[in-house]
């Protein structure tokens, strides 16, 4: 939300400007009013929005021609559709007219979209005063143009896209309607309260009365819950709709902030990054939500599904040759679990814009999804206590080629894939390619050649101390118990004398 509000008041000499601006400071009408009023500033504690806001007399040159030709065209003449800034039509002086002038203002208003609306007033009176001024600000604060076109009398693509996304993260059960539950929840979390039951089905009945599949099985679909959203703008209560937007995240322009997406998380060099109890608690009640067929896997589509709230997908087809699968070779729950911890561990703040996205601080009710992850102690420091708290580590598998290391890592996955080999002669040379947790040399018994090689590999790499200090070497042939020795691995590097 905007920080401040500008209000300017524009129009021809005489028509009361500077008369509405005085009577709103001092609440009564002026005696003697100024040829132009200075700059005011009304704090923020005293508005309904709890915004500052700045209101400019403007007096500067003369305007004769009428709203259509001058007024609008010098506000917003080079401004796009979408980035006009609103208008409020103000007539004043109504102590001094019987009637209304809405029917002349009406065309004005269906012409131009960005009228945001008209208040008639009066200065001497102190007629909506305060009002015209509310108006104002709330023009600012909860616009309408990017929600919805007049013209087209409907909601706009993007404002579309932000509310389907909001539908999916509170249909907490994948059904595609809001339960009674559902939607007393949503309504807690945007608006602190739920709705009296009386009150929830009223919200039904108009949506029924109004849309022909806008209610199902007593609760709301997405075409409902974007027609009440329609009925909110169009009845100007867009606040209303912009409360929730916000509350997921969105700005004014329905993108997500960076502030909501990529929270500050500051993770020291000799740290690590892991999912903690509260991330893995919203994962797999996600996890549960789109396995639809409740087979302890996700096929394509229920992948696609969990992730359709996303603007792009984030894990491509090399996943199903990372992770452990299902029979059907569908990612196995442990699979997913897995990939979510990988990308914890290695690109922790691409995990935090995905749980964004996936509305993690929004279901889970916390101030960011930082409170998902758990930076570790340094490492130097779990090796000088011999222990550590960490549950990811980073294990590098070093051989030349034809000692099997892929075949020795297939077998943590169960089955045939193809992995990525690096050529150790020309990567592995560079310290940040060589960090790691265990380093495991792996040589063929048939051949002492290769022997030789991880040798060699061995002493220049240890001859480091940033190696030395924060690493174990382990040297494993074919014929090796393949987690016993990454188990007894780990156990030495935290429980040898540093």
Same mark, same amino acid.
């Given at each position: 939300?905007k ?20 009577s ?10 100024p ?53 409020i ?55 309408t ?9 409907q909601?706009k ?47 039904k ?27 909110? !703008?169009?009845?100007? %209560?867009?606040?209303? /709709?912009?409360? *929730? ?8 322009? #329905? =993108? ?59 894990w ?12 059907d ?22 995990c935090?814009e ?7 601080? !929004?279901?889970?009710e %916390?101030?960011?999804? /930082?409170?998902? *992850? ?8 779990? #090796? =000088? ?26 077998a ?87």
């Amino acid at each position: 939300m905007k920080r401040d509000v500008r209000i300017l008041l524009l129009g021809e000499p005489k028509v009361g400007k500077t008369s509405l601006i005085m009577s709103l400071v001092g609440e009564e009408f002026p005696q003697q009013v100024p040829l132009r009023a200075e700059e005011i500033t009304i704090p923020a504690d005293v508005t309904p929005e709890k915004v500052p806001t700045h209101i400019v007399d403007y007096s500067g040159i003369k305007l004769t021609l009428s709203i259509r030709t001058k007024w609008i065209p010098l506000v917003n003449g080079g401004a796009e559709k979408g980035s006009k800034i609103p208008i409020i039509l103000v007539g004043n002086k109504s102590d001094l007219r019987s009637g209304s002038s809405m029917e002349t203002i009406l065309p004005i208003m269906n012409q131009f979209s960005e009228i945001e609306t008209c208040v008639e007033c009066s200065a001497k009176n102190l007629k909506n005063i305060s009002e015209l001024f509310y108006y104002a600000q709330k023009a600012v604060l909860h616009p309408t143009a990017p929600l919805y076109d007049p013209e087209d009398k409907q909601l706009k693509p993007q404002c579309v896209r932000a509310l389907s996304r909001i539908f999916s993260i509170s249909d907490q059960d994948n059904d595609h309607i809001l339960s009674d539950a559902e939607l007393n929840c949503f309504q807690k979390l945007c608006f602190g309260n739920p709705l009296a039951p009386q009150a929830l089905e009223d919200v039904k009945t108009v949506v029924w009365k109004n849309t022909s599949d806008g209610v199902q099985d007593n609760g709301l679909t997405l075409n409902g819950f974007l027609f009440l959203n329609t009925l909110f !703008i169009q009845r100007g %209560r867009h606040e209303t /709709t912009w409360t *929730i937007l916000r509350k997921f995240g969105y700005d004014d322009t #329905l =993108e997500l902030t960076d502030e909501y997406l990529y929270p500050p998380l500051r993770v020291s060099v000799c740290c690590t990054t892991e999912l903690n109890h509260l991330g893995h608690q919203f994962l797999q009640k996600l996890f549960d939500k789109y396995d639809e067929d409740k087979d302890s896997a996700l096929s394509p589509a229920e992948l696609k599904n969990l992730f359709s709230v996303l603007p792009y997908m984030p894990w491509g087809p090399e996943v199903y040759s990372n992770v452990p699968l299902s029979d059907d070779n569908y990612i196995s729950q442990h699979g997913y679990f897995c990939q979510w911890m990988l990308s914890a561990y290695l690109d922790v703040h691409r995990c935090l814009e995905h749980l964004g996205h996936l509305g993690y601080p !929004i279901l889970m009710e %916390r101030e960011s999804q /930082t409170s998902a *992850i758990t930076v570790t102690r340094e490492k130097a420091l779990d #090796l =000088e206590k011999r222990q550590t708290q960490r549950t990811v580590f980073l294990c590098k598998v070093i051989g030349p080629r034809g000692t099997g290391k892929t075949d020795f890592l297939r077998a943590f996955l169960q089955r045939s894939t193809e992995l990525e080999e690096v050529d150790v002669e020309t990567e592995f040379l560079k310290a940040a390619d060589a960090a790691c947790d265990v380093a495991c040399l792996m040589y063929d018994v048939s051949d002492p050649d290769s022997f030789n090689y991880c040798a060699s590999i061995y002493k220049v790499r240890n001859h480091h101390t940033y190696m030395s200090s924060t690493s174990f070497w382990l040297r494993v042939t074919l014929g090796a118990t393949i987690a016993a020795m990454l188990g007894f691995a780990l156990y030495r590097a935290f429980s040898r004398h540093k």
